[in-house]
């Protein structure tokens, strides 16, 4: 399948803000299932963007905008080919081709798979494999001991879909996999969060996929699902909102931990008072992929050799440090209290709201 995908970011401030540093993740990489073609990224105001992969293997896009302004529009445009048809999974069992994953006693067993995926094993910051997941996950596998990887994979993904309610406006970007449980209702950034609490749980590897549904023609937001780590598939993916494994529909943009990894846009920006953010993206189906010639990545997409891979931040991130240290520092100022006579005493400190680095909104995947 060919897609045309179109995600526009708008900030509208109360006040003019001064100076702005955002980090976005919304390029589509080239992978095992799909090629990207394409990219444009357009930025208004205008700014100089600086590129990087960042530990994941992510492509990041830096850039700064230190003069006023009373808007940030960002707006990404993508063509990209996936290798199988709507309809098809990228990758797993089939009705052709059945389960040939090894129980998961085996892969939990298996030190190599442990001690290489370790960092997809553990706690993150949304996903802090609590009680509560812990409870469910156990349930899932006493149902029969000796499933295989994969249907325990299926198995935890059809039970969210089945036992919480898609809900836009139930949860926030911030919402812990606890308070997704607690509540009942969700989107699909938290379903993908507790799905990978329940693999973690039992000790099968699992990451958050950001990206998007190629073939949804509007959307207020970015999509989300989970991949486990399912040999002899590899990283497998699993959308638990649509309760099935990930289709020639799905369009792979970043991977992480959890969302705190691979949200679409961070930033902060002082001056400016509250931030609105509106969000939409726009998928376009192409029939045609004549005269595109695609090379299909060999290996492991993640390189399996690679042990550690360095980030390389932009200049304009080690700007964003910098110059909120020295703002910081800069507007603090100093007035001597009555009591105490030794210099320093009863020092109080004031700091002006307007520096302070301000959050921008994120965006929350549905």
Not at 172 to 177: E, F, H, M
Request: aromatic share 10%; proline share 5%.
């Amino acid at each position: 399948m060919r897609y045309r995908i179109t995600h526009r970011t708008a900030y509208n401030y109360a006040s003019p803000v001064y100076e702005s540093f955002n980090e976005v993740r919304l390029q589509p990489g080239s992978t095992d299932t799909q090629t990207c073609l394409s990219f444009d990224l357009s930025i208004d105001p205008p700014a100089t963007i600086i590129s990087f992969k960042d530990y994941y293997g992510n492509e990041v896009h830096d850039f700064g905008v230190p003069y006023l302004h009373d808007h940030l529009t960002i707006e990404a445009t993508s063509d990209v080919v996936t290798f199988v048809g709507a309809g098809q999974p990228l990758s797993g069992p089939t009705d052709e081709n059945p389960d040939r994953s090894p129980a998961l006693a085996a892969v939990i067993d298996d030190k190599q798979i442990a001690d290489e995926w370790a960092e997809f094993l553990n706690a993150s910051s949304y996903v802090a494999l609590e009680r509560a997941s812990g409870d469910i996950a156990r349930a899932l596998i006493a149902e029969d001991p000796q499933m295989s990887a994969y249907a325990f994979l299926a198995r935890a993904g059809a039970y969210i879909r089945s036992h919480f309610i898609y809900q836009v406006g139930a949860t926030n970007v911030r919402t812990t996999v606890a308070e997704l449980i607690a509540g009942g209702s969700g989107v699909c950034q938290d379903y993908a969060h507790l799905l990978i609490s329940l693999c973690r749980h039992l000790g099968l590897p699992a990451r958050y996929v950001s990206g998007y549904l190629g073939s949804v023609t509007e959307s207020s937001a970015s999509h989300a699902w989970t991949e486990a780590f399912v040999p002899p598939y590899g990283w497998l993916g699993f959308d638990p909102t649509s309760g099935a494994l990930c289709t020639g529909r799905h369009v792979q943009v970043a991977l992480g931990r959890d969302y705190a990894d691979v949200s679409p846009l961070r930033g902060t920006y002082r001056g400016g008072g509250e931030a609105s953010l509106v969000v939409g993206v726009r998928g376009e189906t192409l029939d045609e992929t004549q005269g595109v010639t695609i090379a299909h990545p060999t290996g492991d997409a993640w390189g399996r050799k690679r042990l550690i891979q360095y980030q390389t931040l932009g200049a304009a991130a080690q700007m964003q440090r910098l110059g909120a240290m020295t703002q910081t520092m800069g507007t603090m100022t100093q007035s001597m209290g009555t009591s105490g006579s030794g210099p320093g005493m009863g020092m109080r400190y004031q700091q002006d709201s307007e520096e302070v680095p301000r959050q921008q909104p994120q965006q929350q995947q549905q």
